[in-house]
């Protein structure tokens, strides 16, 4: 114990104190002897660390009890699945950097969750590298990590959707179509269309584009007296039929 406190620049007081508050896990004992390794170091670091960016030792205790019951590598990756994503090894005091002040054990849960993160021994794995960076710049545009974790669950949904499409597309007319090359066709597709539905919403925001009528809504020709008699049915089906 005292070359392990030597090791990472504090009291044994105080790292009893830790292993007390579970943020360190217990030595491998062999004995009377415990032993500690380089993980013990490793978490010693990552609490130093994150102290210095703010935590109180109470949300380090919680952040570890969330991170150490997450998903591993190996759940969330899934084992030969092809993927373009490119996943991103963290240490938890990159992980605070990436999203100052909104890494708790909340999000840290609601991210372990959905899938975007990973536990690998020590270290965070964030499942994809984009994904990563542009939830990091929504947080430093002023949205709440909660919302954008929120709103990528409902994002989520909408692209399975999206998916289930293309894929039964490509079963039902283009069995000899490989994956590698569906790809690039459904991210154009949905590319373009997110694009104009993008213009279309923010013409309505703006008040540029006046807001369409939904089908079933009432026209001022429904809430007139209505007309009797042959004459008037016949003349409406000669307009539908028009």
């Known amino acids: 114990m005292e070359e392990l406190a030597k090791e990472a620049g504090i009291t044994v007081r105080t790292l009893r104190f830790y292993r007390e508050r579970g943020l360190i896990p217990p030595p491998r004992r062999e004995g009377r002897i415990a032993w500690y390794d380089d993980h013990h170091l490793a978490r010693l670091r990552t609490i130093a660390g994150l102290l210095e960016r703010g935590h109180t030792l109470n949300g380090i205790a919680d952040l570890a009890a969330t991170f150490e019951s997450g998903r591993n590598v190996a759940e969330v990756l899934g084992l030969g699945e092809p993927t373009e994503e490119t996943p991103v090894r963290l240490t938890p005091e990159q992980l605070a950097d990436y999203f100052e002040g909104e890494v708790t054990p909340e999000n840290l849960a609601a991210a ?131």
């Open 112 to 242: 372990l969750d959905l899938g975007y993160l990973a536990t690998d021994g020590d270290e965070i794995v964030h499942i994809s590298r984009r994904l990563l960076e542009v939830s990091a710049e929504l947080v430093r545009e002023g949205v709440p990590l909660s919302t954008v974790l929120s709103s990528g669950r409902r994002v989520r949904e909408h692209a399975e959707a999206l998916a289930e499409i293309f894929v039964r597309v490509l079963h039902a007319h283009a069995k000899e179509t490989e994956p590698a090359q569906l790809r690039p066709l459904a991210r154009a597709v949905v590319d373009a269309e997110l694009s104009m539905a993008l213009d279309r919403r923010l013409r309505r925001e703006d008040g540029t584009q006046p807001p369409k009528a939904s089908p079933d809504a009432t026209s001022p020709e429904d809430v007139s007296a209505p007309e009797a008699g042959p004459t008037a049915r016949g003349r409406r089906r000669r307009d539908y039929r028009s």
